[in-house]
């Protein structure tokens, strides 16, 4: 089953950098993942965040504001 990842921000680098980690880290754990860029401001609105970028793992908001640390994205993957 694809876990759903949605990541929020306006395509900085750093939000490239953390789909690049993202898609790393889904190989290495052999997990099926479904990015989806997102940079819909409306949409910013709707889930309410803090701060960007913003990484949604199953609709639920693991970090926002910072770039995670490739550990971190490893537990909200391997836990989803």
Do not use: C, Y
């Not at 993942?33 to 913003?54: G, S």
């Amino acid at each position: 089953m694809k876990k759903k990842v949605k990541i929020f921000g306006v395509g900085s680098s750093g939000e490239q950098q953390l789909l690049a980690e993202v898609i790393s880290v889904a190989q290495q754990l052999k997990v099926d993942v479904e990015v989806e860029q997102v940079n819909d401001i409306d949409l910013f609105l709707q889930f309410q965040l803090p701060a960007i970028p913003a990484l949604l793992v199953e609709d639920q908001m693991v970090v926002n504001g910072r770039l995670p640390a490739r550990e971190e994205i490893i537990q909200w993957l391997a836990h989803a």
